[in-house]
């Protein structure tokens, strides 16, 4: 095994894009929490991934720790990584209960922020318990994980009492008794449903049977493997049309019409107290769905035999993909739509084009919002930024409803996200 001072070229490259991912998942929100970004840059994915598969992690894509036939294993997304994880709200002694191994990688994070705390990590799959036991000793990982063979959703330390559980693949339903599994101002964090239709939940406990859910989005993960969780009922989860609700309710729901990665930033953008940090996410979240959507397009395109032409548009844009400007990103996106998207018999998303036509202006305005008022050394008082959030927000709000899966698409929402995670 090399020492950490003695990487190979591939593992010095597949480092330095792991950096490179780590730094863009800052700068665009995802990243919050110090203790994370360490712990996370510290645990070097290219030990228990081939290079192909690295390379998909560092463009923020769900990669595999296990790949036989008709029994392949991932690794979530980065982002969702982060939200995951930095949702948990992890503090240096918290006892964690980790369903699911997913190949070691996520509880060898959370084991690095949780110094002082237990991590009990239980898989159920033999082969897959196998693989993370081998994996923790290629991640070094620390001596406070403890692997254990069994179902997850089976307690068999009764006396035993958490801080924090993260379930790592989708259940039916949050069991109550996984509730009673924890201390007071303990977290769950879970994907609940089934197939298309899933929803992240971070449930707390208040009180001894007083406990609070957040909707964290919807997602889409492969199930737990447990056997017990084939005896709990499936919550069931509505899928309801907007414009049946209040205004007030239509605003609190509205980001979750959104893939994850808009909507993680805008859940961000709200949980913010002061007027700057409020400004800076405002400019994020302007900056995400930008890329999104951007790469979206792109992927439309180039599964469409236009690969020549987006390469064409690229290099005319002047977009370097290692080190992308926003405005190039901008600029791209609607010249991709302005000369090609039209020629797409099947567009992945109909009408998204239109959509982007439709909010040229605005989009642009964000660069010129964000030159002004964030680079070059700017500076505002507390005051003049709250003015900015206030004159800002509706803009962005119209933009973020020209790209409503639900306008797009033409289905429900859920399964649009769906589409889109994929």
């Known amino acids: 095994m090399k020492s950490s001072k003695n990487y190979s070229k591939q593992e010095a490259s597949s480092q330095t894009a792991q950096d490179y991912l780590i730094k863009h998942l800052r700068n665009i929100g995802y990243i919050q929490d110090d203790n994370f970004e360490r712990a996370f840059k510290d645990t070097h994915i290219e030990k228990i991934t081939p290079e192909e598969y690295v390379s998909l992690f560092c463009l ?4 595999l720790f296990y790949f036989v036939k008709d029994a392949e294993k991932p690794i979530a997304a980065p982002q969702m990584i982060c939200a995951m994880v930095q949702e948990l709200n992890l503090k240096e002694n918290s006892n964690v209960l980790i369903l699911g191994s997913g190949g070691g990688f996520i509880p060898t994070i959370v084991s690095k922020i949780a110094t002082k705390g237990k991590v009990t990590v239980i898989e159920q799959n033999e ?5 993370t ?6 991640l070094k990982s620390p001596s406070n994980i403890n692997l254990d063979l069994g179902d997850p959703l089976v307690n068999k330390k009764s006396d035993i009492h958490y801080d924090r559980i993260l379930v790592m693949g989708c259940i039916p339903d949050i069991p109550k008794e996984m509730m009673q599994w924890l201390t007071t101002g303990g977290v769950v964090i879970a994907p609940v449903g089934g197939g298309e239709n899933q929803i992240m939940i971070r449930a707390s406990k208040r009180e001894k049977n007083d406990f609070h859910e957040d909707n964290m989005g919807n997602v889409r993960f492969v199930e737990l493997e447990s056997n017990k969780a084939k005896t709990i009922k499936p919550r069931k989860i509505e899928i309801e049309y907007r414009n049946e609700f209040s205004d007030s309710f239509k605003e609190s729901t509205f980001i979750w019409s959104f893939p994850f990665p808009i909507a993680y930033v805008v859940r961000s953008f709200q949980n913010y107290p002061d007027p700057h940090s409020k400004f800076t996410r405002l400019l994020d979240i302007h900056d995400v769905t930008t890329r999104f959507l951007a790469t979206i397009v792109m992927c439309d395109l180039i599964a469409n035999a236009h690969n020549d032409e987006v390469q064409e548009i690229l290099h005319k844009s002047h977009l370097n993909l290692q080190k992308p400007t926003l ?3 901008v600029g791209t996106l609607n010249g ?3 000369k090609l998207y039209d020629e797409i018999e099947n567009p992945f998303i109909p009408d998204l084009h239109k959509s982007i036509l439709s909010s040229d202006k605005l989009l642009n305005q964000f660069v010129e919002v964000r030159n002004k008022y964030h680079g070059h050394g700017s500076t505002q008082s507390s005051d003049d930024y709250q003015e900015l959030v206030n004159m800002y927000w509706p803009t962005m709000m119209k933009i973020l409803s020209n790209f409503s899966l639900d306008r797009c698409i033409g289905v429900p929402h859920p399964v649009s ?6």
């Open 60 to 63: 923020d894509r769900p990669t």
């Open 133 to 138: 036991k081998d994996n923790l000793k290629r």
């Open 127 to 131: 082969d897959i318990f196998n693989v």
């Open 327 to 329: 405005g190039t990103w």
């Open 336 to 338: 991709l739509c302005k």
């Open 417 to 422: 996200i769906f589409i889109l995670n994929v």
